[in-house]
């Protein structure tokens, strides 16, 4: 699968940042929106995979992808990165709070150490980056925050439930945020992938037969990889969504 050939013209030179943009799904998000003529900022814990991307898709584009360092885990960072982000690319329209981590851990095993990690990986930064974009959006009239949930809490997954209660969590907290900041023109909706085979996926968790199990459930007897999900955060973010607000759109081959 390609990124969609659409054009979303109003998203031409508007200022996106997207977490987690370093890889899998993230990075086709960074593509999808660079080549829309956005103005990108990225952050993501990982150096080499981001600088890698940036100096693969800068030649091609017309405003290169702004990487930022940072560990989305400490709170006390990501106001300081968001400002960051804003500055360098002139305005913040955009967030898409993406970046997670879906550590498998039997329930025998889960600490509260182990439970606090989940949370702070999964769904804690969702809340902070948000936070921190809000005033930034004010200041350009208006936004859209598209927040990544999953359809794993909804598939009765055993060994996922910290991963599971933060991705249940997020679908809560779009709602609050979109009730909050609905007077701001500011919009909040989540998404939720269903299996997207990316490179990580493939190493840790899935292999072909998890792979053609889930595409025996789908409608749609497809592999999903992370392009597919370009198109639905483009809507969600262009004017052409401009009345949607506090959902939830599930994009996974019509499993639910
Ligand atoms: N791949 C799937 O099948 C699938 C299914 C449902 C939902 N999702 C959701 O989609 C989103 C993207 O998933 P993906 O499969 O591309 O994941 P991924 O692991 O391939 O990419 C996540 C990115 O987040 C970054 N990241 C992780 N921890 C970070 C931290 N502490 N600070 C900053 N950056 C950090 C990683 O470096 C990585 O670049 C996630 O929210 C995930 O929960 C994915």
Known sequence: MALPAAQFHDLEGR????????????AALVEGFARQGARVAFIDIAETDSRALVEQLAPSVEHAPVFIQADLRDVQTIRSVVDRAASAIGSLSVLINNAARDDRQPLEDVTEASWDESQSVNLRHVFFTSQAAVAHMRQAGGGSIIN????AFMLNMGEIPAYATAKAGIIGLTKSLAGKLGPDDIR???VLPGMVVTERQKKLWIDDTAIAGMQEKQCLKHMLVAEDMVG???YLA?????????????IDGGVF
Do not use: H, K
């Open 15 to 26: 200022g996106v940042l997207i977490t987690g943009g370093g890889s899998g799904i993230g």
């Open 148 to 151: 990544f949930s999953s359809i």
């Open 188 to 190: 909040v909706n989540a």
């Open 232 to 234: 639905p955060c483009l």
């Open 238 to 250: 262009s004017d052409c969504s401009a009345r949607m607000t506090a959902q939830a759109m599930i």
